[in-house]
């Protein structure tokens, strides 16, 4: 099967400035997830969808982050103004999403961001 | 909040010996918990994973414990091997209705020696 599709898989940015990230999905994962992993850390939740609606974004900086998943499939990271703590991999999950999941996540290869 | 931490953050081996990687979860509910390795730039990756409903579960030369009244869960290597050297993430989760929030410790670098 082919695996969750992450793109750019580099940016660099200003500070102040926005960056978007996109992410498509496991076909028929209906489940999906950001994490942001910063340098020699674990991954961390920001945001989980299910089809396209928003199940936890408890850790999410709304101030300055935001995605969406309009239509169930793809997703969209976005984040507006960048400061330089924002420095980190951005990785997309997806999973089934159906009782116990098998198998885990399946991670995509991720955005590495650096905002100088 | 929910909370997994891992020990040791680093770990050096000889080839051919085991490596023993250790985590403790805070939420009793929780009830799965698998285990990542991520080499250099690459996406973390399943290598094993274990249910609230088991205590063992091995593949190949790869095992993990779980003690649910300790809430704590573990990671075996045995006979490692150059190619085992990446960093090791440890997660906890609470899969409920289809939802699977999963906690990662800070991770476990590993440096197999030949």
């Known amino acids: 099967e082919a695996g969750v599709a992450q793109s750019p898989r580099y940016k660099i940015i200003e500070k102040r400035q926005s960056v978007a990230f996109w992410c498509n999905p496991i076909s028929g994962h209906a489940t999906l997830y950001w994490y942001q992993q910063i340098l020699g850390q674990g991954p961390k939740l920001l945001i989980q969808?299910?089809?396209?609606?928003?199940?936890?974004d408890s850790q999410l900086p709304k101030d300055r982050f935001s995605a969406e998943r309009l239509k169930g499939v793809d997703s969209t990271l976005k984040i507006q103004p960048a400061k330089l703590e924002d420095s980190a991999v951005y990785l997309c999950a997806s999973s089934l999403g159906q009782g116990y999941v098998s198998g885990g996540y399946t991670f995509g290869s991720g955005t590495r961001l650096t905002v100088v | 909040g929910e909370n997994v931490e891992q020990h040791p953050s680093t770990l050096s081996v000889q080839e051919g010996e085991s490596a023993v990687i250790k985590c403790t979860y805070s939420?009793?509910?929780?009830?799965?918990f698998p285990w990542y390795k991520q080499e250099l730039g690459k996406r973390p990756q399943l290598i094993i994973d274990?249910?609230?409903?088991?205590g063992e579960k091995k593949d190949q030369r790869i095992a993990v414990t779980l003690n649910k009244t300790a809430k704590h869960f573990s990671l075996h290597i045995t006979e490692t091997q150059p190619e085992d050297s990446a960093v090791y993430f440890c997660a906890a989760s609470k899969i409920s209705g289809g939802y699977n929030k999963l906690i990662f410790g800070a991770g476990t670098r590993l440096a197999v020696h030949p």
């Open positions: 969808f299910q089809n396209n609606g928003v199940v936890d």
């Open positions: 939420d009793s509910a929780s009830n799965y």
């Open positions: 274990i249910r609230s409903n088991v």
